[in-house]
C-alpha cells in the first residue's frame, strides 16, 4: 500500500514520540508528545512529575500520583514558557488525549491530533472532534518498516 507523503510524515513524527517517551520516569505507562507546526518540532513532552518534584510517578502500589503531568500537558505549557505558539499544529502523542488534556488542547489551537493507542475512555477524543479538530488514530506497528 503507497502512503501519501504527509501519512508518512505522520508515521515519523509518532515514532520519534515514542522514543521521546522513553524519557518518562514511569513505570506503568510512558507516554510522549511531539507539538509540530510547518513541519517543525516546536514543542515536546513525556509524562512525569512537575519541574523540581522526585521523578517517582507512582507510589508503592503502582498507583499513578494525581500530580504527574501527561505528555501532551507538558509540551503545551512548555510552549507558553517560549516564544513559540500552536496556533494551527499537529499534535503527536502515543496515547490518546484524555478529557484534561483535550480542553488544553483546544484552547492553545492545536487543531490537528495524530496518536497510535487507543485507550478505553473516548471522553478526550469525542470532546477535540466536538470542537472541530481533526483527529487521526494510527498504529505505528503498521509502518514500523518505513
Known amino acids: 500500500m503507497k502512503l501519501d507523503k504527509q501519512t508518512l510524515l505522520d508515521y515519523r ?3 520519534m514520540a ?4 522513553e524519557n518518562s520516569y514511569c513505570k506503568r505507562r510512558q ?7 510547518d513541519k517543525m518540532i516546536i514543542s515536546d513532552g513525556y509524562n512525569g512529575t512537575p519541574s523540581g518534584f522526585e521523578n517517582v510517578c507512582e507510589d508503592e502500589t503502582g ?3 494525581p500530580y504527574v ?12 514558557r517560549s516564544g513559540n505558539n ?6 503527536y502523542v502515543t496515547a490518546s ?3 484534561e488534556c483535550a ?5 492553545s489551537g492545536i487543531k490537528r491530533v495524530v496518536y497510535a493507542e487507543k485507550y478505553r475512555l473516548t471522553e478526550g477524543i469525542d470532546l477535540l472532534k466536538r470542537a472541530n479538530i481533526e483527529v487521526e488514530y494510527l498504529n505505528i506497528e503498521d509502518n514500523e518498516s518505513e
Open 63 to 65: 498507583t499513578t500520583h
Open 31 to 37: 507516554v510522549g508528545a511531539l507539538v509540530v507546526k
Open 69 to 80: 503531568l501527561h505528555a501532551e500537558a507538558n509540551a503545551i505549557t512548555k510552549l507558553a
Open 13 to 15: 513524527y509518532l515514532r
Open 86 to 91: 500552536s496556533d494551527g499544529s499537529t499534535l
Open 103 to 107: 480542553k488544553l488542547i483546544i484552547q
Open 97 to 99: 488525549p484524555c478529557i
Open 18 to 21: 515514542r522514543v521521546w517517551a
